[in-house]
């Protein structure tokens, strides 16, 4: 751990961090982003993801997490006054963070991600909310897959709500920005991942010819899960294996975006968990 800094004012620096919320091309520029909430910072550390800043209430006496957290990692530590530290943890003076991260971007490498004979993935086609994004990487961690895939022109997988809703699972499952699902095929099908038989692309629609629960995800699969107004690309549509729908009942004709891919995501996970490939 550095010595401490202090900032007490909005000056350049402190808005520099500001951007870091709101604007997303300053964002990506920087290289970095905000994290808040103690298990997405915990999580970070634990992950020795590179956290460049802590950015902590100079205000309070800090919690022994807090301080432990200070202990074990070389990032700079800022000290801001109990409002500045409100507004970079989006929240009111009275309920004010006692730290916020700054982190770096990791590189949008599809390598990053790992592709074996037990390849599970998703691919999130122009998700338009933040918090769907976030959503999912969530369920995905959960359910066992190894990476995230976000294509096309899409909402940002480092915007706060992102990064909040994936209650710090963006952190130990690797995600990763496509410009589109081309670029994606071509890293599946050109013999840069590490499968015997194939990665088959399943996606996921209302009209689809299959019912999760008839369909074997015990194969090398990524998941494609559309936009969540318009449904998956044409594109993506044309290099599916296989599109599937999900059995429903009631009188909704479909489900949020998120939550379809969550469903789907257990449907494989209870099938690679309940028997072996025969």
């Known amino acids: 751990m550095h010595g401490w800094q202090r900032v007490g004012s909005r000056n350049a620096r402190f808005q520099q961090w500001q951007t870091l919320i709101t604007n997303r091309t300053k ?19 634990e992950q020795e993801w590179p956290v460049r800043e802590l950015l902590v209430d100079g205000d309070r006496r800090l919690s022994r997490w ?16 109990a409002e500045l530290i409100a507004e970079l943890g989006e929240k009111d003076q009275d309920s004010a963070p006692e730290l916020v991260a700054v982190a770096e971007m990791p590189p949008d490498d599809l390598d990053r991600i790992r592709v074996g004979d037990d390849f599970l993935g998703v691919a999130f086609d122009r998700p338009t909310q933040p918090g769907n994004i976030g959503t999912l990487i969530r369920s995905a961690d959960a359910f066992g897959a190894h990476g995230v895939i976000v294509t096309g022109h899409a909402a940002d997988v480092y915007d706060p709500r992102a990064v909040r809703a994936s209650t710090g699972s963006l952190f130990g499952l690797p995600t990763v920005r496509a410009q589109s699902q081309r670029e994606v095929v071509d890293w599946l099908r050109g013999g840069h ?15 689809g010819d299959t019912d999760i629960e008839d369909y074997d995800f015990r194969a090398p699969t990524l998941i494609v899960v559309g936009n969540e107004t318009s449904g998956m690309s044409g594109g993506w549509r044309e290099s599916c294996d296989r599109v599937l729908s999900i059995p429903m009942g009631g009188i909704a004709s ?19 968990r309940g028997r072996g490939r025969g």
């Not at 520029?29 to 915990?42: E, K, N, S």
């Not at 479909?254 to 690679?272: F, I, K, P």
């Open 27 to 45: 964002r990506q520029r920087a290289g970095r982003f905000l994290v808040q909430g103690v298990r997405p910072i915990t999580l970070a550390v």
């Open 66 to 81: 807090a301080e432990q957290l200070l202990r074990t990692t070389d990032a700079d530590v800022v000290a801001l006054p």
């Open 193 to 207: 991942v590490e499968v015997t038989t194939g990665v088959t692309i399943v996606g996921t629609d209302e009209d």
């Open 254 to 272: 479909s489900l949020n975006a998120a939550n379809a891919a969550t469903v789907v995501l257990y449907e494989a996970a209870r099938q690679r």
